[in-house]
């Protein structure tokens, strides 16, 4: 039997498993299906270690129009009716909330507002200094994005308001 012949199904983990031997790494990825409070999917969040920490990107659907507070939180726990089983923001250094808020700042679940447009959509990229192997820890994290826009200065949520839409992270 030729190259030729063999079929793709049955070659693609032989060049899989070639791959394993260069020394490449594959990147650590997670990735969160956000819902709303009545169940329905409303995005995804994914978070990719960087050199420079996770970046995280959000593209949503579905919700108010207006500017959002976005937050990883510490745990991977969407099963309370308003995500509070989520726990606070993602804090292992024990920093400030906030890049307006006295150093040190921010903390690992800081993010940037998300913009909803009329239509209900918008995107979010930003980096978090957090590290792959704290969001994915024995409580795992969740991604939250909140009713009212984050102020970047109030302890300890920016007052962000209620949580509209939940995700956990899982690695890929």
């Known amino acids: 039997m030729t190259l030729r012949s063999v079929p793709l199904a049955l070659l693609g983990p032989a060049l899989l498993a070639g791959c394993a031997t260069t020394g490449e790494v594959d990147p650590q990825i997670a990735t969160a299906t956000l819902k709303d409070t009545s169940g329905n999917i409303v995005g995804t969040a994914t978070a990719t270690q960087t050199p420079v920490g996770l970046a995280v990107a959000v593209a949503a659907r579905g919700l108010p129009a207006g500017t959002h507070g976005a937050h990883i939180h510490t745990k991977g726990d969407c099963s309370a009716a308003d995500f509070t089983s989520a726990g606070g923001h993602w804090n292992p250094d024990n920093t400030n909330h906030g890049t307006l808020s006295e150093a040190p700042h921010p903390h690992a679940g ?13 995107t979010l990229t930003g980096t978090s200094n957090g590290t792959f192997e704290g969001l994915m820890d024995g409580d795992g994290a969740a991604f939250i994005i909140h009713a009212d826009p984050d102020d970047y200065k109030s302890q300890p949520t920016g007052n962000a308001g209620a ?3 939940c995700g956990v992270f899982t690695a890929r």
């Open 163 to 165: 949580r509209l839409a």
């Open 110 to 122: 800081d993010l940037s507002n998300l913009v909803i447009a009329a239509d209900g959509t918008g």
